[in-house]
Every structure is written in C-alpha cells, then in structure tokens.
C-alpha cells in the first residue's frame, strides 16, 4: 500500500511540474540569419480568440490555408544600412524590394531590431532603413518601441511609449512621425494547437495606440493608427506561432491578418492539375497577361508563386465575371506557379513568363 502512495505522490508531483507557464527570453526571439516561414490563414477561419486562462487548451488546428510567406533577419553589418546601425545584437529585417509612394520610388525597405538589455531588459523596434534615388535614408526611434520584455511570462503587465520620426533631409521630400503607447499584457498560459502543431506558449495580448502625421511641403494631417495583435508565443520558434493582428477603432477590434508558424511547401514540386479542374489559362508562355477562364461558378483565390515558395501576387476572382486577368507584365522571365483555392482545396498550375 505503501508504495501505491507513494506512486501516486510522484505522478502528483510530476503533474504539478509539468503544468507550469514558460518564461521566455531575448534567446526566443529572431536573430541574424532566422529565416521563419508563416502561413496566412483565412480569418474567417479561426473562430473565437479571446478565450484564455491559466493552464488553457487553445485549439486552432482547422485554420484554412490563405498563402505563405517567409520572414528573413541579417545582421545589421549584412544590409545595405551596416554604417546606420550598428551591433551584434542589431537585425534587419527586409520588408520589400520596392515600394511605390506617390512619384518616388523606394527600395530597399527594412525594419530593425535590437536586443538590448539597457535601459531595458527587451527587443526593440529601433528604426528603419529606405533607399531613394540611390541615396540610403536612415530613420530612428527617438523613444524605443519596446515590443517585449524580458523575462516574458505568465501575469506580466507593460506599458511604454515610443516616438519615432523620418528625418529631415532634401533626399525624402516628406516626413512620417509616430508617438504613441504600447501596452502589453500576458493574459493566458497553456498549450496551442495548429496545422503546424501543438506547443506550450504564452498568451499575450498588444495594444499600440498611436498618432500618426504626414508632412509634405507646407501640409500636414494627423491620424490614429491603434493596432492590436493576439499573439501566441513558444519557447521554440522565434516568430508567434499564431498571431491574429487587425486595426482597433473605439473599442472595437477588427482582425485582418491570421498568420502562423509552419514549414514552406515547395512548389517547384507539387502535383500540377492537368485535368482543368478549376480554370483555364492563356497564354502560356505569356509576356503581359494571363487571362484567366474558370471552369465552374465558384469564388476563387488566384495566386502567383515563385519556385521558392514565395508570394509574388494574386487576388480574389469571381468566375461570373468574364474577361478577367493576372498583369505578369512586372515578371522575370522564369517559370512560376499558380494557386487556385477554393474555400479549402487548392489546384496547381505552372506557366513561363517569357
């Protein structure tokens, strides 16, 4: 009998240990040479988010499947901007090649990070890098945006400012200042599931409330951009492992983006549909557009992948409407594939671009 006690004060024990929330720190988030790839999902597909707790179960494992993408840190010294930003604990990461605002033309967009300990234990947003006319422009975080703290657990409560500014200089002909507050709670501990898998994590939720204004020439506006992420975080994968993130207006919050960790399919090698399941295209090869004719009344999600798995472009169609088309004008020549969803099954497709 004695034994028999003692077995199930052990188990008890066990049980005890185990059920207990994780406590993250700056080693769990991204750093020089992380590339972490995500998978958007459809928002309609997630259902409720805002339950939590201690010691909570969240079951997301029947996100539907959207696009993916992938997210690529370097060493700040490995960027176009090495001369801007310096330390080993210093990260950028590129957000896009190109951006078209208004005449100009900017290129070579990156976000920065840091991992400091001094004056705060956190991971920062420390500024940003941009390119016009071959010239590179630098912009800083006069008061650092704190986006975590550390060490990261169960109950912690934070909130801090940040105010971040473009410079003035003749090279960018207009300026983009941010103040605000960022306010960030751990309000659940447990485990999460996904199409990815189930991992113990942290629930968090942040909120930025910020004003921001436009300067060009002798105008000015200002606008509230409040902006609230459910973040789902582990000790394992650098990046949320579920984050629903959306615009918050009032008291109302309105998720526009459903994003998790998850491996890259390669496309280069998936099973091309030869049997026109949902659409016909032409031409193929092509050079300007590719017209797209739908094989049966459905809404579709047309997208353009490189063989990297990458998202290059797409868009919603409706096979009512006729007449419609994909501009590949902007393409290398190459060979790239095309994703058709429907609700939750997916058609391949590969075509040239000459």
Same mark, same amino acid.
């Given at each position: 009998m004695r034994k028999i006690y003692l077995l199930a004060f052990t188990c008890l024990l066990t049980a005890v240990s185990v059920a207990q929330p994780i406590t993250l720190t700056s080693a769990n988030f991204p750093g020089g040479g992380d590339t972490l790839r995500y998978t958007n999902a459809q928002v309609s597909s997630v259902g409720n988010y805002t339950q939590t707790g201690a010691n909570f179960t969240w079951n997301y494992s029947t996100l539907v499947y959207n696009s993916q993408g992938r997210r690529d840190f370097k060493q700040a010294f490995q960027t176009p901007y090495a001369f801007f930003f310096f330390g080993l604990n210093e990260y950028g990461e590129k957000i896009a090649d190109t951006i078209p605002a208004g005449p100009l033309t900017i290129t070579n967009y990156y976000n920065f990070y840091k991992k400091q300990t001094s004056p705060i234990n956190a991971y920062i947003a420390d500024g940003i890098g941009m390119t016009f006319s071959s010239v590179p422009v630098p912009s800083y975080f006069s008061d650092k945006d704190e986006l975590y703290t550390f060490p990261l657990t169960y109950g912690d409560y934070d909130s801090t400012t940040f105010k971040f500014s473009t410079p003035t200089t003749s090279a960018l002909p207009f300026r983009y200042i941010k103040t605000g507050s960022r306010v960030t709670k751990v309000d659940g501990w447990g485990t999460v599931s996904t199409p990815y898998g189930t991992a113990p994590c942290l629930r968090l939720i942040t909120t930025q409330y910020s004003q921001d204004t436009i300067k060009y020439q002798a105008f000015a506006f200002g606008f509230p951009n409040n902006q609230r992420s459910y973040q789902w975080l582990v000790a394992s994968e650098k990046i949320p492992?579920?984050? /629903?993130?959306?615009?918050? @207006?009032?008291?109302?919050?309105?998720?526009?983006?459903?994003?998790?960790?998850?491996?890259?399919?390669?496309?280069?090698?998936?099973?091309?549909? @030869?049997? /026109?399941?949902?659409?016909?295209?032409?031409?193929?090869?092509? #050079?300007? #557009?590719?017209w797209l004719n739908f094989t049966r009344k459905a809404e579709f999600l047309v997208e353009i992948l490189g063989l990297d798995g990458k998202l290059i472009k797409g868009g919603n169609f409706d096979s009512a409407n006729i007449g419609q088309s994909l501009d590949i004008s902007d393409l290398s020549p190459s060979l790239y594939i095309i994703k058709v969803s429907e609700k939750q099954k997916a058609y391949y497709y590969k075509f040239i671009k000459e």
């Amino acid at each position: 009998m004695r034994k028999i006690y003692l077995l199930a004060f052990t188990c008890l024990l066990t049980a005890v240990s185990v059920a207990q929330p994780i406590t993250l720190t700056s080693a769990n988030f991204p750093g020089g040479g992380d590339t972490l790839r995500y998978t958007n999902a459809q928002v309609s597909s997630v259902g409720n988010y805002t339950q939590t707790g201690a010691n909570f179960t969240w079951n997301y494992s029947t996100l539907v499947y959207n696009s993916q993408g992938r997210r690529d840190f370097k060493q700040a010294f490995q960027t176009p901007y090495a001369f801007f930003f310096f330390g080993l604990n210093e990260y950028g990461e590129k957000i896009a090649d190109t951006i078209p605002a208004g005449p100009l033309t900017i290129t070579n967009y990156y976000n920065f990070y840091k991992k400091q300990t001094s004056p705060i234990n956190a991971y920062i947003a420390d500024g940003i890098g941009m390119t016009f006319s071959s010239v590179p422009v630098p912009s800083y975080f006069s008061d650092k945006d704190e986006l975590y703290t550390f060490p990261l657990t169960y109950g912690d409560y934070d909130s801090t400012t940040f105010k971040f500014s473009t410079p003035t200089t003749s090279a960018l002909p207009f300026r983009y200042i941010k103040t605000g507050s960022r306010v960030t709670k751990v309000d659940g501990w447990g485990t999460v599931s996904t199409p990815y898998g189930t991992a113990p994590c942290l629930r968090l939720i942040t909120t930025q409330y910020s004003q921001d204004t436009i300067k060009y020439q002798a105008f000015a506006f200002g606008f509230p951009n409040n902006q609230r992420s459910y973040q789902w975080l582990v000790a394992s994968e650098k990046i949320p492992y579920l984050e /629903i993130s959306g615009a918050l @207006t009032g008291n109302n919050f309105n998720p526009n983006q459903v994003r998790y960790r998850d491996n890259f399919q390669n496309p280069a090698s998936v099973n091309e549909n @030869t049997d /026109i399941s949902a659409m016909e295209m032409y031409p193929n090869p092509g #050079k300007d #557009k590719l017209w797209l004719n739908f094989t049966r009344k459905a809404e579709f999600l047309v997208e353009i992948l490189g063989l990297d798995g990458k998202l290059i472009k797409g868009g919603n169609f409706d096979s009512a409407n006729i007449g419609q088309s994909l501009d590949i004008s902007d393409l290398s020549p190459s060979l790239y594939i095309i994703k058709v969803s429907e609700k939750q099954k997916a058609y391949y497709y590969k075509f040239i671009k000459e």
